[in-house]
């Protein structure tokens, strides 16, 4: 029954990152590393690396709506897309090259930097 309740909390969570990168472009994964860390109890660089896979097909959904309704702008795309792979690459390098507390305050760091901004 435990493992049960595990999975429906995950798949919970997975649902709650889908709204949250549906309704602000991103920002799913604010959810799914914490939840993979407490509820998944998985390591922080696990959280983090499956976060990332997991968003990918979220985000392409968002992004087919997003498409059929209109709100594009594909020069915006296109310089974004070059700085978010180019950046996420090298993300992906230091991710594997830092130690899990590193990567936990660095993700709490960044969380919290972005909240401060939303709110100026």
């Not at 390591?43 to 985000?59: F, R």
């Not at 087919?64 to 993300?91: H, N, T």
Request: proline share 4%; with cysteine.
């Amino acid at each position: 029954m435990k493992g049960l309740k595990n999975k429906l909390s995950l798949g919970g969570a997975g649902c709650a990152a889908g709204v949250v990168n549906g309704i602000f472009g991103g920002g799913g994964g604010m959810i799914v590393v914490p939840l993979l860390t407490s509820a998944g109890q998985k390591p922080p660089l696990v959280a983090h690396a499956t976060a990332i896979l997991v968003i990918l097909p979220v985000s392409l959904a968002s992004a087919i709506v997003y498409l059929a309704g209109g709100w594009f702008d594909a020069e915006l795309f296109i310089a974004v897309s070059i700085g978010v792979v180019l950046g996420g690459a090298a993300g992906a390098k230091l991710l594997g090259a830092i130690t899990p507390a590193a990567a936990t305050v660095a993700f709490a760091a960044v969380m919290f930097a972005a909240g401060v901004r939303m709110m100026l």
